[in-house]
């Protein structure tokens, strides 16, 4: 039986996994803006200028594409060397 990874899945489930994660933090950042990463933000995701709505929108639009980033290059990997495995 081979195991293999379902590569639509894969990226669904981790861009939606990095989008919430992102908007938990920024919405931690507003709470508490002493602790704030959004300079962390600024050098992740470009066109990323601080904590306001256009800003919240290009980071979570460019987490989901980090998340399909990792599915593109994780998956086929995992298959192959899974493969070669089998």
Do not use: I, K
Request: one cysteine or more; a positive charge.
């Amino acid at each position: 039986m081979r195991n293999s990874v379902h590569l639509v899945a894969l990226g669904n489930s981790a861009s939606l996994f990095l989008a919430l994660t992102y908007a938990f933090c920024f919405a931690f950042d507003l709470a508490f803006p002493q602790w704030a990463m959004f300079d962390a933000w600024r050098r992740l995701f470009p066109g990323f200028t601080g904590l306001d709505l256009r800003s919240f929108f290009v980071g979570l639009v460019e987490a989901y594409g980090y998340g399909w980033y990792f599915a593109l290059v994780w998956a086929p990997l995992y298959n192959y060397f899974s493969a070669q495995r089998g």
